[in-house]
């Protein structure tokens, strides 16, 4: 689970979160209207990573016969 887990991490979580950081850090600099919004996008991301952990090392499992759950 740790091996599925540490590889989503790295592509699917930290190049994006890195980006919308960065961006979020531009926007309030800036100065714009809306600062917040890649602040909701790294929470949905979140949420996209502990979904598709939970899924992928769930599958893993029970492919390879040590169960679900």
Do not use: H
């Amino acid at each position: 689970g740790l091996r599925i887990g540490s590889f989503l991490a790295a592509v699917v979580l930290l190049p994006q979160i890195v980006l919308l950081a960065l961006l979020q850090l531009f926007l309030l600099l800036a100065d714009a209207p809306a600062p917040t919004a890649p602040a909701w996008v790294m929470l949905s991301l979140f949420v996209l990573f502990a979904f598709l952990c939970s899924f992928l090392v769930r599958e893993v499992l029970v492919k390879e016969g040590l169960g679900g759950w």
